[in-house]
Every structure is written in structure tokens, then in C-alpha cells.
């Protein structure tokens, strides 16, 4: 699931990874990835990959939309095996 951190390492929403260690995002790109396995649904792996970043950093940090979080998605989705 390597493609699962570069996609979310190339989106960086928090803008974190200029100034972060390489695996800030580990936790979430691990329940990510755990959703990936889960579903195939755009729609309930965009609610994944939003609710994982609003937990871990809250709405006032991570200010993405769920239509962001649907593109992303969607890429993880194609990228899928």
C-alpha cells in the first residue's frame, strides 16, 4: 500500500511535510489503507479519509472539504488492485 502514502503524502493537507517528519501522517494513511480494503465506494472512503484527518487534527486544522476527500478517494480507488 506504498501508492496509499504517496498520495497522501503529495496532497500534504495539513501542510505538514515541509517542516515534518516523513510518517506524520502514519496513522492515518493505516486506517486509510484499511478502508481501502474495506470498500470500493468513493462516497464511504472519502467519509473515511475525512473523519480520520478531522479526529486526528480537528475541523480548525484540517479544513478540507469531503469533495477533496472524494477526489483523493477516488485516486486511491483507481490505483487499487
Not at 15 to 41: F, K, Q, V
Amino acid at each position: 500500500m506504498d501508492f496509499v502514502k504517496r498520495i497522501i503524502d503529495e496532497w500534504d493537507p495539513i501542510d505538514l511535510l515541509s517542516h515534518a517528519p516523513d510518517d506524520e501522517y502514519h496513522s492515518e494513511i493505516e486506517e486509510i489503507g484499511y478502508l481501502l480494503h474495506m470498500t470500493d465506494d468513493s462516497v464511504e472512503l472519502a467519509e473515511g479519509i475525512f473523519t480520520a484527518f478531522v479526529e486526528s487534527f480537528g475541523k480548525a486544522t484540517f479544513n478540507k472539504s469531503k469533495e477533496e476527500c472524494e477526489h483523493i478517494a477516488q485516486i486511491l480507488l483507481s490505483l487499487k488492485c
